[in-house]
Every structure is written in C-alpha cells, then in structure tokens.
C-alpha cells in the first residue's frame, strides 16, 4: 500500500471530535473547550455556540438540516439553530453511563452510545455498553447491549446498517437495523487498537479512527486493512468524508495520551486526505 500524507487544514484546537459533512462545511465539537464549530476547505474556523453546563462530544444532521449536539455527562441531546441550543432528549432517564457519540440516519432516528458506566473508566467495567435509539417522537429505548465502549456509530445510506466501534473490544460490531429502527447483530469484524470514530464509503467499507495506533485504517466489510494514514505520534480520534464529492476524508487528531486528557491536556488538529472512494451514508 502507497502511504498517504495528510495535509494539515486547522490546528491549535484542544480535542476535536464527532466530525459531520454538512451545508458544504465541517461541523465538530472541542470537547476540552465545550464549544461548536465548523470549518470550510480553505482552513475557516468558526464558533457557532459554546456549552456552558456539560460537555459536547457527538454530533448528527436531522433530515431538516437541523444539528443535534450530544452532551456526555447530563445525558442530553440538543438542537443547535439560531445561535443558540435547546433540548431535544433527556437520555438521564434511559442511559446507564456516560453517553458518548451518537448518528443520526436519514430517517431521523438517533443512535446513542451508552458507555453504561460513568467516565473515568472503573477497572470492572466489562461489556456493559448499550445502544439507545431516539425515535423523531422523542421515545427512546435500548437497540443493542453487551458492548465494550461503543464509541463511533455509523449508518449505511439505506438505513440498513449500523456499524460500531467497540473501543475496548478492538473491532466493530455490525447490526441490521430493522423498519422500526430495532438493532439485530450481525457480527464483529476488523482488528485494530482503540477503534475511536469511524465513516462508511460507497463500498461499505468502514474507515476507522485507530486511537491507540495513531493511523486512521479504511476496513473492507470483510474485515481486511485496505489502507492506513498515519498521524505519527499524535491520536486519531475520529473522521469524516465531505467534500463537494465527498471524496476528501477529515482526520481529527490529538497530541495527547490518557493520563493527559485527564489533566485536560491535548493539542488538536484536523488534516485533509484526498481519496479514491467517496463516502456513503451517515457520516
């Protein structure tokens, strides 16, 4: 495989994450800095709106064009318009843990990552992770449990698939996503270290975050390593595809390690991969 350079487009931020193509810009949250933005091509940064009470991590686009903002901690989902956000779903109630990253399908269902434990890590944790579904109602229930960390969430443009990142399991867990939105695993597949958050492109091969590799790993839906970016040194949280033909993959980094974000210590970036495959689906 020809190794791929990535190309630096913004950098200076503290820790990037949930990246969504949308209305020809970048969207993405700094979690150490509780605040959302969006970036174009050219390296424009802007701040859109800050979270005051919680931190931010995930992010989806309803159908309208509306974005969701997940807040970890006080387990909320809001709706970002006008400058401002307002609640969208209380998942207090529901969620057993810390929520994490989230995905909205073309069908307006949310999918959210239940940690099912609350951050930091306790040594037990085992496979306590859950999936809850928010319906367009507002309802929400359980799709999917027995995950390590679900971390990055994806759904096939047909609203068929979902694929996960199991951060502790070391692979993804791929489901069928029923006409009510009910989750039936398929498998797991794949092989890499700390899978972080992931995209899918037109051959439903999955692009991968590898947060303890620090290389961003394109996956075939066998489970092989088609390609590998490396951020040597550095992270890789989580990516994209966007772009006018949405060919172009972002990849968020952190110069960082686990003892130092728990210090809130991290120097984020975001660099930009032209590639032959364009993306599909949700991201």
């Not at 495989?1 to 810009?25: C, Q």
């Not at 961003?216 to 772009?243: D, N, T």
Request: proline share 5%; with cysteine.
């Amino acid at each position: 495989m020809t190794p791929i350079a990535p190309k630096a487009v913004l950098d200076g931020g503290r820790y990037f994450e949930g990246p969504r193509w949308h209305s020809n810009r970048l969207w993405f949250v700094d979690v150490l800095n509780r605040t959302l933005l969006s970036l174009e091509p050219s390296g424009e940064c802007k701040q859109h709106a800050k979270v005051d009470d919680d931190t931010p991590c995930g992010l989806g686009i309803l159908p309208d064009g509306k974005l969701i903002v997940l807040t970890m901690f006080r387990k909320r989902l809001m709706t970002y318009a006008d400058g401002g956000l307002s609640l969208y779903a209380d998942l207090s109630g529901i969620a057993t843990g810390t929520i994490d990253d989230m995905i909205v399908d073309g069908l307006a269902r949310a999918y959210v990552g239940d940690l099912g434990f609350d951050l930091p890590p306790p040594p037990d944790r085992g496979s306590v992770g859950r999936i809850i579904l928010v319906m367009p109602d507002g309802k929400a229930r359980v799709v999917a449990e027995g995950l390590r960390f679900p971390n990055g969430i994806a759904v096939s443009a047909d609203n068929r698939r979902l694929v996960v990142a199991e951060m502790e399991g070391d692979c993804l867990a791929e489901y069928e996503i029923q006409d009510d939105g009910s989750l039936n695993f398929h498998r797991r597949f794949g092989n890499m270290k700390a899978p972080d958050g992931i995209c899918l492109d037109h051959e439903g091969a999955v692009w991968v975050a590898s947060y303890d590799e620090d290389a961003f790993i394109r996956v075939s839906r066998e489970g092989h390593e088609l390609q590998r970016i490396k951020v040597a040194g550095r992270r890789a949280i989580a990516c994209a595809l966007g772009g006018p033909e949405r060919r172009t993959l972002f990849c968020l980094s952190a110069a960082t390690s686990h003892e130092e974000l728990r210090q809130r210590k991290s120097s984020a970036r975001i660099d930009m991969v032209d590639v032959e495959i364009a993306g599909a689906g949700y991201p």
